[in-house]
């Protein structure tokens, strides 16, 4: 049986989803996914997340880390199937913040004190702007585009080759809006991917940019190819922020994968431990 998994969903805790830990599970079981991650954000400091729809409290985090807990009682206590139930494990996404590193300690000491699994590392901020979001979209009107790419690789590889995480999640967000740099961006991917290979970190193949504006998976062609030159491990995820999108084209990006070189996918385990998947 072809084991299809999803290293990357979020619940309504994080204040920008929907769903819940049981309706995620449930929508994992019907589209017949093997084994999920959950990844829900950590909390972020006030001033990054003024109205509290970026990020759970640190309440609602523990709250979240118990109902998923509570889920893996009664999934498969492996990662195949077992009456519609998937392998589960406690992820969580935490955001990398060099100039100010304390508080991603916080972030990091709030997984360690939920019994967090896996954690996947993101770059969402360049300083206080969150890039990737909506609701500061004009920002980019002001930005020189390359710059933004610079810095966002820069700091993407910093949090690579940190050891802090497991996996790497959507490695080039800066499309997301379809914002491309003018320059050749292979130096910048070959960079990425030695980070990654030193680091020794998974990097996630994200279906997320296929709902985007810039529709195409994070990471794109290139990048990805870059990734399997350096023999870099992938996982696969939905990035899923609703019940619809658990397992989202999941099927079709193995075949992407395959394409680019991979055999196999990774299903983290943590501590650089991993279940491997036929592609």
Known sequence: MRELIDCHIHTHCCGHATGSVEEMVAAAGAVGLTGVVFSEHLPLPDDLDPLG???????????YAARVRSAANVAAPDAIRANGKPMIMLGAEADWLPWRLQDTERQLAIARGAGV???LGSVHFLDGWAFDNPAS????????????????????CDA?????FDV??????????????????????????????????FVEVSTAGL?????ELYPGPELLAAFAEAGVGVTV???????????????????????????????????GKARWVAL
């Open 168 to 201: 790497m999640a959507h490695p080039d967000l800066p499309k997301k809006f379809g914002h491309r740099p003018t320059f050749d961006a292979k130096p910048l991917y070959r960079e990425a991917a030695c980070a990654a290979a030193e680091g020794g970190v």
């Open 137 to 156: 979209l004009d920002e980019w009107e002001r930005r020189d585009v390359d710059e933004v790419w610079r810095a966002y690789f820069e700091r993407w």
């Open 211 to 215: 709902r985007k504006p810039v529709g």
């Open 117 to 119: 699994q896996v954690l």
């Open 237 to 271: 995820g939905s990035d899923a922020h609703a019940p619809s999108e658990v397992g989202f084209k999941i099927a079709e990006t193995y075949t992407v994968i395959t394409k680019a070189g991979y055999e196999r996918a990774a299903f983290p385990l943590g501590s």
């Open 53 to 63: 729809d970026l990020a759970p409290s640190a309440e609602a985090f523990a709250d």
């Open 160 to 164: 690579a080759r940190s050891g802090l």
